[in-house]
């Protein structure tokens, strides 16, 4: 089953101290890209918040936001003003065994270890909030892989569509060809009997044969009509893979391109010429969603 790279997943959890909101946006990109945008305080947490992205998905860029409000209104950090005192009256000892006339900075003795502490549930709300935030990057990020599903259906029979008018192009054409070589057999008998009227110069035919002998070769292209259909059949195989499958997919277009330029050198008729058009031009639209495919 064909992925699209683009969807959209968003998860929200509520109670009476937090609210913390996660969205996830996949865009198209030919590699793995993950964005996020993290509260502070689970910024240390990066790669353990985004594992689970990494895991299930292949390509494109991942645009992950998270926003977290506690409600909660206990201060984040603590001053422990005892240890502060210590600091300084331990300061303003020493200064006076050096004879230092240097003036205690509060905002030095800030810095100093133990002073300005975390809040008692600093730590305790770190790993909860961790688990809350991983469960609900889980429920997003199912919900955009359930959208990109969806999208990656539509892909897939819009592809296979395009897919059978290849073919019927290519039936078509391959009835064609051997009526091109017939008709340029009978203009050329034509032409050089025109030519030849009035002299006492005969038309034979293993001369007339050698030359529509080499017209039928440089213009003969069962060869790349027959990888073409083989290139369709892959391509048909691949959608119905169940394995991240873009990359295979655009390299097979790129086979289908080369074997339709190819009959487009070589094919000596107007008709045939107008049926490549359509062919290419084809091709060109299963490129441009395959550019969409995981």
């Known amino acids: 089953m064909l992925k699209s790279m683009t969807g959209f997943g968003a998860a929200e959890y509520k109670d009476d101290e937090r609210n913390m909101r996660v969205e996830i946006?996949?865009?198209?990109?030919?590699?793995?890209?993950?964005?996020?945008?993290?509260?502070?305080?689970?910024?240390?947490?990066?790669?353990?918040?985004?594992?689970?992205?990494?895991e299930k998905i292949a390509r494109g860029t991942i645009l992950l936001n998270v926003n977290y409000q506690s409600l909660r209104h206990e201060p984040e950090y603590i001053l422990d003003s005892n240890r502060l005192k210590e600091y300084y009256h331990l300061l303003n000892g020493i200064k006076k065994e050096i004879g230092s006339r240097e003036k205690i900075s509060v905002n030095s003795l800030m810095l100093l270890p133990g002073v300005l502490q975390k809040g008692k549930n600093s730590q305790e709300d770190k790993n909860i909030l961790l688990s809350r935030c991983i469960s609900l990057v889980n429920e997003a990020l199912g919900k955009m892989l359930e959208m990109r599903a969806v999208e990656g259906e539509h892909l897939a029979k819009d592809i296979e569509q395009r897919k059978e008018f290849v073919l019927s192009v290519l039936n078509k054409i391959e009835t064609m060809a051997p009526i091109v070589v017939q008709e340029y057999s009978k203009r050329l008998r034509n032409r050089v009997e025109s030519l030849l009227s009035g002299t006492d110069v005969e038309l034979t035919d293993s001369n007339l044969c050698r030359e529509i002998a080499i017209f039928a070769e440089r213009c003969d292209i069962t060869e790349e009509i027959s990888r073409l259909k083989s290139h369709l059949h892959q391509l048909q195989e691949t959608i119905n893979s169940d394995e991240p499958v873009?990359?295979?997919?655009?390299f097979i277009i790129q086979e289908m391109f080369r074997e339709?330029?190819?009959?487009?050198?070589k094919a000596n008729d107007?008709?045939?010429?107008?049926?490549?058009?359509?062919?290419?031009?084809?091709?060109?639209?299963?490129?441009?969603?395959?550019?969409?495919?995981?």
Request: net charge neutral; aromatic share 4%.
């Open 260 to 265: 339709t330029n190819t009959m487009c050198s």
């Open 25 to 54: 946006r996949s865009i198209n990109n030919r590699f793995l890209k993950v964005e996020s945008r993290l509260p502070e305080i689970l910024q240390p947490f990066e790669s353990d918040i985004e594992r689970p992205i990494r």
């Open 270 to 294: 107007s008709v045939i010429l107008k049926e490549l058009v359509d062919v290419k031009t084809e091709i060109e639209k299963i490129r441009e969603q395959i550019f969409n495919i995981e």
């Open 246 to 250: 873009g990359r295979k997919l655009d």
